[in-house]
T-cell receptor, first 113, second 123 residues
Framework: KNQVEQSPQSLIILEGKNCTLQCNYTVSPFSNLRWYKQDTGRGPVSLTIMTFSENTKSNGRYTATLDADTKQSSLHITASQLSDSASYIC????????????FGTGTRLTVIP | GAVVSQHPSRVICKSGTSVKIECRSLDFQATTMFWYRQFPKQSLMLMAT?????????EQGVEKDKFLINHASLTLSTLTVTSAHPEDSSFYICSARDHRHVGSGSSSYNEQFFGPGTRLTVL
């Protein structure tokens, strides 16, 4: 069964600190993995996309890693800001003709001053 | 990046009425659009896949007669919640797939872009 699991479910950190969010998946065949940021009451916005051959990709203070062998990904946020408070969703696309998307349940990050 | 808009962003209606939500791809053509529903503290759940010019494909458990989808053009899909009830209150998000061909130079080939969502509250 194709699944995407994220941890932790929620996280509270102090402004300026770093944090790492985890994503484990069983989706097969694998096409790509995206991390999205979803602010409350808004649609998801893509942060990074990684294909099978990519191990690390950065977008400003966001750095995503992918281990396709263990089917794990992480999103590292450095020097957190209050505006980073949001839900972070890991989404995996399969490589079937339907190009299905499988969504994780997200990690709710709260950055406090 | 590609832009997808939704209208309205927020709607409150009485039980029993119908509500129409529009989803537009603003700078690309989308032969396929998707409709999702999201309850509080939960992830997005796919409701249906909408293909331009053909009938939508609904996920198991989603009533096609209650959630009417029309994808009349390459840039517009609509979701109509008919005879809305309080349990239909949710956050509805659409996404559009960019079907530009390989070799066009576009980095958005075949990716989905999400709209900002519509908050529906049924009283």
């Amino acid at each position: 069964k194709n699944q995407v699991e994220q941890s932790p479910q929620s996280l509270i950190i102090l402004e300026g600190k770093n944090c790492t969010l985890q994503c484990n998946y069983t989706v097969s065949p694998f096409s790509n993995l995206r991390w999205y940021k979803q602010d409350t009451g808004r649609g998801p916005v893509s942060l990074t996309i990684m294909t099978f051959s990519e191990n690390t990709k950065s977008n400003g203070r966001y750095t995503a890693t992918l281990d396709a062998d263990t089917k794990q990904s992480s999103l590292h946020i450095t020097a957190s800001q209050l505006s980073d408070s949001a839900s972070y969703i890991c989404v995996v696309r399969d490589q079937t003709g339907a190009n299905n998307l499988f969504f994780g349940t997200g990690t709710r990050l709260t950055v406090i001053p | 990046g590609a832009v997808v808009s939704q209208h309205p962003s927020r709607v409150i209606c009485k039980s029993g009425t119908s509500v129409k939500i529009e989803c537009r791809s603003l700078d690309f053509q989308a032969t396929t659009m998707f409709w999702y529903r999201q309850f509080p503290k939960q992830s997005l759940m796919l409701m249906a896949t909408s293909n331009e010019g053909s009938k939508a494909t609904y996920e198991q458990g989603v009533e096609k007669d209650k959630f009417l989808i029309n994808h009349a053009s390459l840039t517009l899909s609509t979701l109509t919640v008919t005879s809305a009830h309080p349990e239909d209150s949710s956050f509805y998000i659409c996404s559009a797939r960019d079907h530009r061909h390989v070799g066009s130079g576009s980095s958005s080939y075949n990716e989905q872009f999400f709209g900002p969502g519509t908050r529906l509250t049924v009283l």
